[in-house]
């Protein structure tokens, strides 16, 4: 099989010129993209990649900005055979280096910029300083014109993407490949400092994609479906460039942020585009419903008949603004529960068919086999009782391993239970009907603006800093971004009080997004001469917890190593 051909060639015959992409730039610029051109354009940037030597089973990342050749991209990867690996565009380079050398790809293709928030990504900068500071397997950068501002261009290496595809043929036969030919790696966060390379499947993963874009948006003829998220997450992969195609759907792309020039944006696109089905995130519906209802309410949505959400657990105000402000009570709302490893909606309603409940992902999709157990693997029957989530059965989309780490993939997913389940790593209960409730991450994994991290991920990119001896990391609930990072530091000589500390809390934050990227950026920052632990010299993290909460200590303190670091991480001292 070939999923390009799957997503693309396959409608030719009945919808040649139906719509596939609707893009919309930042600056407002529009373009439609038919069946047939995007077919054409995926053809000439695969026979591009073929020119520059690029065959199947080689890994190529892809570090762009929302626009309809991150797709292309994706998509002519695919059509050779090649392993994509996309990098999100809000990265830094020194986390674009590690996915690259993690991967040994041999070409990065990327853009001069991108537009967000009415100022432009950095893509090739930040692509060059990766590439100077390692990263010798990349033999080829292709580079999109899109802001077109002044960059350097590195000769032999860097080729612009207009002249790779110039004289290119627009039929390129798709190479033909084994149902589990690795379509794509994705990094993600997990418990450890390392993001790990999730392998997902060509067959098993499409399958996934299409039946959740069918079942869960219902996706009919003429509906236009609007999936926000950028494809530089599996949702972007799932519900933007591969689902969304297979089931020949016309999907909208917009390369910007969601404030810019205002609050109304989404809606405006939404307005001018016609969109049907629309899905975001809790915290994009938080974030603009602090604006008021003056924005969505300028804007006619009637053509909106299906909601989605994803990212996390979604509170009863953003619900309830949702379902009335944007849906007009009209619209059901589909909670959906799934992970960059399960690579396709596992727990959500089927509109129609499954009552919804605010701030349930109601019950598991047919195929899958959820349950809620007992630390000793049994299956928890009592009502509301919180337990380990776990996946009973294979499904065709999970994640085929860990890119070159079989073993911790193993030791990942499948620590307990004797291996029986596929553990989640979330806590959830089950509800007197057997509604799913999803209540939070089991692991060190934080969830900010619906984006996961590992505190273990920032605390080593705290500790690399020069003056910090050691850190750790907590999170705390967050209006907008569900939670926020509190970071407890530990300095080299002197703890740093006032002046000093204002200027270390703003460099170490800098800091953090350079190693990272902006949303790993802790939202607080503490110094103290010491880490509160026990006896036996573990971090008492429920115990920062606490701290970084403002809460009342309940904690019995008096067994610690350091009582007196309390108060200076309390700023009491
Ligand atoms: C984690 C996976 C899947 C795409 C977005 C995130 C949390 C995801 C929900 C939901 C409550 C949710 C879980 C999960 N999560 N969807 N509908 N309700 N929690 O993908 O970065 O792989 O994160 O996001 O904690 O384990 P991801």
Not at 188 to 217: C, D, E, M, R
């Given at each position: 099989?070939?999923?390009?051909?799957?997503?693309?060639?396959?409608?030719?015959?009945?919808?040649?010129?139906?719509?596939?992409i609707i893009f919309e730039g930042e600056q407002g610029d529009t373009r439609?993209?038919?069946?047939?051109?995007?077919?054409?354009?995926?053809?000439?940037?695969?026979?591009?990649?073929?020119?520059?030597?690029?065959?199947?089973?080689?890994?190529?990342?892809i570090y762009m900005p929302m626009t309809p050749e991150a797709v292309?991209?994706?998509?002519?990867?695919?059509?050779?055979?090649?392993?994509?690996?996309v990098v999100f565009g809000g990265f830094s380079?020194?986390s674009?280096?590690?996915?690259?050398?993690?991967?040994?790809?041999?070409?990065?293709?990327t853009a001069d910029g991108g537009h967000r928030g009415g100022k432009i990504v950095e893509l090739k900068s930040a692509?060059?300083?990766?590439?100077?500071?390692?990263?010798?397997?990349?033999?080829?950068?292709?580079?999109l014109?899109r802001s077109g501002h002044?960059?350097?261009?590195?000769?032999?290496?860097?080729?612009?993407?207009?002249?790779?595809?110039?004289?290119?043929?627009?039929?390129?036969?798709?190479?033909?490949?084994?149902?589990?030919?690795?379509?794509?790696?994705?990094?993600?966060?997990?418990?450890?400092?390392?993001?790990?390379?999730?392998?997902?499947?060509?067959?098993?993963?499409?399958?996934?994609?299409?039946?959740?874009?069918?079942?869960?948006?219902?996706?009919?003829?003429?509906?236009?479906f609007w999936c926000t998220a950028d494809v530089g997450w599996?949702t972007g992969?799932?519900y933007v460039a591969?689902?969304?195609?297979?089931?020949?759907?016309?999907t909208v792309i917009y390369e910007g942020g969601p404030v810019t020039p205002d609050a109304g944006r989404f809606w405006k696109i939404c307005e001018d585009h016609?969109v049907?089905?629309f899905y975001t995130a809790p915290t994009a519906i938080r974030a603009l419903m602090k604006f008021g209802d003056e924005f969505p309410?300028k804007y006619?949505l009637?053509?909106?008949?299906?909601l989605g959400t994803v990212g996390e657990?979604?509170?009863?105000?953003a619900?309830?603004w949702y379902?009335?402000v944007i849906?007009?009570?009209?619209?059901?709302?589909?909670?959906?529960?799934?992970?960059?490893?399960?690579?396709?909606?596992?727990?959500?309603?089927?509109?129609?068919?499954?009552?919804?409940?605010?701030?349930?992902?109601?019950?598991?999709?047919?195929?899958?086999?959820?349950?809620?157990?007992?630390?000793?693997?049994?299956?928890?029957?009592?009502?509301?009782?919180?337990?380990?989530?776990?996946?009973?059965?294979?499904?065709?989309?999970?994640?085929?391993?860990?890119?070159?780490?079989?073993?911790?993939?193993?030791?990942?997913?499948?620590?307990?239970?004797?291996?029986?389940?596929?553990?989640?790593?979330?806590?959830?209960?089950?509800?007197?009907?057997?509604?799913?409730?999803?209540?939070?991450?089991?692991?060190?994994?934080?969830n900010i603006s619906g984006h996961?991290l590992?505190?273990?991920?920032?605390?080593?990119?705290?500790?690399?800093?020069?003056?910090?001896?050691?850190?750790?990391?907590?999170?705390?609930?967050h209006e907008v971004k569900g939670?926020a990072?509190?970071?407890?530091?530990?300095?080299?000589?002197?703890?740093?009080?006032?002046?000093?500390?204002?200027?270390?809390?703003?460099?170490?934050r800098?800091?953090?997004g350079?190693?990272i990227g902006p949303i790993a950026k802790?939202d607080?920052?503490?110094?103290?001469?010491?880490?509160?632990?026990?006896?036996?010299?573990?971090?008492?993290?429920?115990?920062?917890?606490?701290?970084?909460?403002?809460?009342?200590?309940?904690?019995?303190?008096?067994?610690?190593?350091?009582?007196?670091?309390?108060?200076?991480?309390?700023?009491?001292?």
């Amino acid at each position: 099989m070939n999923v390009s051909w799957n997503c693309i060639d396959k409608h030719l015959e009945s919808s040649a010129d139906k719509t596939a992409i609707i893009f919309e730039g930042e600056q407002g610029d529009t373009r439609h993209i038919s069946y047939q051109q995007l077919h054409d354009d995926v053809c000439q940037f695969a026979n591009g990649l073929k020119a520059r030597g690029v065959s199947k089973g080689d890994r190529v990342i892809i570090y762009m900005p929302m626009t309809p050749e991150a797709v292309i991209a994706m998509q002519a990867c695919a059509r050779i055979g090649a392993i994509h690996s996309v990098v999100f565009g809000g990265f830094s380079a020194d986390s674009l280096r590690d996915r690259i050398e993690d991967a040994s790809a041999v070409m990065l293709i990327t853009a001069d910029g991108g537009h967000r928030g009415g100022k432009i990504v950095e893509l090739k900068s930040a692509a060059d300083k990766a590439l100077s500071s390692g990263c010798e397997s990349i033999k080829d950068v292709v580079v999109l014109k899109r802001s077109g501002h002044e960059i350097d261009m590195k000769d032999g290496r860097d080729h612009w993407w207009h002249d790779v595809i110039e004289g290119q043929a627009t039929s390129c036969e798709p190479e033909w490949v084994d149902s589990e030919h690795p379509l794509f790696l994705l990094y993600t966060s997990g418990s450890t400092g390392k993001p790990k390379g999730i392998q997902h499947s060509s067959a098993g993963y499409l399958l996934n994609a299409v039946v959740t874009n069918l079942w869960v948006f219902d996706l009919q003829d003429d509906d236009i479906f609007w999936c926000t998220a950028d494809v530089g997450w599996i949702t972007g992969h799932t519900y933007v460039a591969y689902g969304p195609l297979a089931a020949g759907t016309t999907t909208v792309i917009y390369e910007g942020g969601p404030v810019t020039p205002d609050a109304g944006r989404f809606w405006k696109i939404c307005e001018d585009h016609k969109v049907s089905v629309f899905y975001t995130a809790p915290t994009a519906i938080r974030a603009l419903m602090k604006f008021g209802d003056e924005f969505p309410n300028k804007y006619d949505l009637s053509s909106i008949r299906l909601l989605g959400t994803v990212g996390e657990p979604i509170n009863p105000e953003a619900w309830m603004w949702y379902h009335s402000v944007i849906g007009k009570e009209r619209c059901p709302i589909v909670d959906t529960w799934w992970q960059t490893e399960t690579g396709a909606n596992m727990i959500a309603p089927i509109p129609g068919v499954t009552a919804t409940k605010p701030g349930s992902c109601t019950r598991a999709l047919p195929g899958i086999e959820a349950d809620v157990v007992n630390e000793d693997g049994d299956s928890i029957t009592e009502a509301n009782k919180g337990g380990y989530l776990v996946i009973r059965k294979p499904w065709p989309s999970m994640l085929r391993t860990i890119w070159g780490d079989d073993q911790r993939y193993v030791d990942t997913y499948f620590p307990k239970f004797d291996g029986r389940f596929y553990l989640a790593g979330d806590s959830a209960r089950k509800d007197a009907d057997g509604y799913f409730w999803i209540m939070g991450r089991i692991d060190d994994v934080v969830n900010i603006s619906g984006h996961r991290l590992g505190t273990m991920e920032v605390e080593s990119a705290l500790v690399a800093h020069d003056r910090v001896v050691e850190a750790a990391v907590v999170s705390r609930p967050h209006e907008v971004k569900g939670e926020a990072i509190v970071a407890f530091v530990i300095c080299k000589g002197e703890r740093p009080v006032q002046d000093e500390a204002e200027s270390m809390v703003k460099e170490l934050r800098e800091w953090v997004g350079e190693q990272i990227g902006p949303i790993a950026k802790p939202d607080d920052i503490r110094f103290a001469d010491g880490l509160p632990k026990t006896r036996s010299g573990k971090i008492m993290r429920r115990l920062l917890r606490t701290i970084a909460r403002g809460e009342e200590i309940t904690q019995d303190t008096s067994t610690l190593e350091n009582e007196a670091v309390v108060l200076q991480l309390q700023g009491k001292e």
